[in-house]
């Protein structure tokens, strides 16, 4: 009953845009913090991006730092993460996670989404 669901990924050019969507069912989003990770064919998982559980603090990995854009909206219950210039290094499957605790972190995620691919090829 308690899922997070991740849609937007598709194909896209080098350059393009996406947007990723993490809604969130069975629960309520406001009290978790939100993180966006990715893992590429023949890599670990990184993490991406994360917001706190009012969305007054980001955080982002430096190599999708000014790329990248978090944001949540706690009254439709999902997070969004916005994706610009679009390099082929940003193919992956993309994942959002919530952690049920205000602020962000690298451990402790309580609810994983299945993910959402992401292709940028020409």
């Known amino acids: 009953q308690l899922q997070l669901v991740e849609s937007g990924g598709g194909l896209v050019q080098p350059g393009g845009s996406l947007r990723l969507s993490c809604a969130a069912s069975?629960?309520?989003?406001?009290?978790?913090?939100i993180g966006w990770f990715r893992q590429a064919p023949g890599k670990e998982r990184e993490a991406l991006s994360c917001?706190?559980?009012?969305?007054?603090?980001?955080n982002y990995r430096d190599s999708v730092k000014g790329r990248f854009t978090i944001s949540r909206d706690n009254a439709k219950n999902t997070v969004y993460l916005q994706m610009n210039s679009l390099k082929p290094e940003d193919t992956a499957v993309y994942v959002c996670?919530?952690?049920?605790?205000?602020?962000?972190?690298?451990?402790?995620?309580?609810?994983w989404g299945q993910g959402t691919q992401v292709t940028v090829s020409s």
């Open positions: 996670a919530a952690r049920l605790e205000s602020y962000c972190s690298n451990y402790d995620y309580n609810y």
């Open positions: 917001i706190s559980s009012s969305g007054g603090a980001t």
């Open positions: 069975g629960f309520t989003l406001d009290y978790y913090a």
